[in-house]
C-alpha cells in the first residue's frame, strides 16, 4: 500500500509551513508567488493526487453561512439580494447549507460595527458580506482572515483586501453614467443637486463615495459648466427631510436636474410628488418597487440597475464550489452589468432575471 502523503511531508519537503500547503491545497487565502512554486514543485515531486473522494465527504457535511447585509423590507434593494440567495439555496440543497442573516442599518455606522462583531463570534464556515462602511468592514475581514475563513463582497468592494471574489456594479462606471444621462437631459446653464444621506457615524458608504468619483471623472472629462450644489437628506425621519429639503429648494431656485447615488430615490421624489414639482430631472439607482412607482408617474427619468439577486445568487454558487467540491476561483473580480430602466421597459423587470 502506498504511503499516505500528508500535508506535513509537503511542507518539509517545499520548506514552507502546514498551514501554507493547506490554503494551497484548498485555494484559501492568499499565498506568496515563491511559496506557492516550492509548494507545486513539492507535489510533483510526490506524486501526489486530491482525494477524489473529498466531494463526496464535502456534501454529506453541514457548512454555516453567514450572510451580513443591511435590513430592508419587501420591494427594497437589499430584498432583491436575499431572493438571489434563496434561489441558489435552493439549487444547491442537495448540499447541506445553514444560512444566518446578521442584518445591520446601513444608515448608521455604529449598528454595522456591532453587527459585524456578531458575526466573528459565530465561528462561520463563510461569509458574505455587503460592505457598506470600510474601517468596519476591514476590521471584520481582517478577523475572518486570521481564523481562515473565506467570504465574498456583494454589492461593493474594499481596496486592499482579498476577498475569495466580489460581485457587484462597478461603482466608478455607475457615477459616471448617472453623470452622463443627467447633463444629457438638464439645460446647460442649469444647476445640480447631488444628494448625500445623512448617516450617523458621520462616514459615508463605500459605493456612494465610489459612484461620486465617477460623476466627477465624467463631469471634469467633459468639462462641464453645471454648478453642482451638495445637499444632505434623510432617509429615516421624513419630518427632517421634509425640512431639509424646503430650505434646500427656496433657496436654490436654479436646480434643474438632480442625482441620487443609492436607491433611495423615492424619498425624494415623495417630496417632488408633495409639492408637485415637475420641472426637476432626476437620476437615481436600482429598480427597487417604490423607485419604479416614481419612474412610471414621471418623477424619475432614469434607474441604474445593478442585478442584487444575480449578485447575491454567484456569492453563494462561489462559496459552494469551493468549499464543497474544492474548486479553484479563477476569477476573484466580478461586475455586473449596468442596466439603464426607464418608464417604457421598466414593467419588462418586474422581477429580476438571475
Avoid at 440543497?93 to 448608521?108: L, R
Avoid at 476561483?329 to 452589468?337: A, D, E, G, L, V
Wanted: hydrophobic share 40%; aromatic share 12%.
Amino acid at each position: 500500500m502506498a504511503k499516505k502523503i500528508r500535508i506535513k511531508d509537503i511542507a518539509d519537503i517545499a520548506g514552507v509551513s502546514a498551514g501554507t500547503v493547506d490554503r494551497v491545497l484548498h485555494n484559501r487565502g492568499h499565498v506568496a508567488e515563491d511559496k506557492r512554486i516550492k509548494i507545486e514543485a513539492a507535489l510533483k515531486k510526490m506524486n501526489y493526487t486530491p482525494n477524489i473522494h473529498i466531494s463526496a465527504i464535502s456534501l454529506r457535511k453541514k457548512y454555516k453561512f453567514i450572510i451580513t447585509i443591511p435590513k430592508s423590507t419587501t420591494g427594497e434593494y437589499w430584498s432583491f439580494v436575499e431572493a438571489g440567495i434563496d434561489k441558489a439555496l435552493k439549487n444547491y440543497s442537495a448540499v447541506d447549507i445553514q444560512c444566518e442573516f446578521c442584518y445591520y442599518n446601513h444608515f448608521d455606522l455604529f449598528s454595522c460595527r456591532n453587527t459585524f462583531e456578531q458575526v466573528i463570534q459565530q465561528n462561520p464556515d463563510a461569509v458574505i458580506i455587503g460592505p457598506t462602511f470600510r474601517d468596519e468592514t476591514i476590521y471584520l475581514v481582517e478577523q475572518l482572515s486570521d481564523k481562515n475563513i473565506p467570504y465574498v463582497f456583494i454589492d461593493s468592494t474594499i481596496e486592499g483586501v482579498l476577498p475569495l471574489a466580489f460581485y457587484t456594479a462597478d461603482p466608478h462606471t455607475c457615477g459616471y453614467l448617472i453623470a452622463k444621462l443627467i447633463t444629457q437631459i438638464t439645460p446647460k446653464d442649469a444647476d445640480i443637486a447631488l444628494l448625500q444621506a445623512i448617516r450617523i457615524g458621520d462616514e459615508s458608504a463605500n459605493t456612494t463615495i465610489l459612484r461620486k468619483a465617477g460623476f466627477m471623472a465624467y463631469y471634469t472629462e467633459h468639462n462641464l459648466q453645471n454648478k453642482l450644489i451638495r445637499i444632505n437628506y434623510s432617509a429615516q425621519d421624513n419630518d427632517l427631510n421634509e425640512k431639509l429639503l424646503e430650505d434646500f429648494f427656496i433657496t436654490n431656485h436654479n436646480i434643474k436636474g438632480a442625482v441620487i447615488f443609492n436607491s433611495r430615490g423615492h424619498v425624494i421624489t415623495n417630496y417632488f410628488k408633495k409639492h408637485k414639482i415637475h420641472n426637476i430631472k432626476f437620476v437615481g439607482i436600482d429598480l427597487t418597487e417604490k423607485n419604479a412607482k416614481a419612474l412610471n408617474e414621471g418623477y424619475i427619468d432614469f434607474l441604474v440597475g445593478q442585478r442584487p439577486d444575480q449578485q447575491a445568487y454567484m456569492a453563494i454558487k462561489t462559496l459552494i464550489q469551493y468549499l464543497v467540491f474544492g474548486k479553484k476561483i479563477t476569477s476573484q473580480s466580478n461586475y455586473m452589468p449596468l442596466d439603464i430602466f426607464v418608464k417604457e421597459n421598466a414593467t419588462l423587470y418586474k422581477k429580476f432575471n438571475i
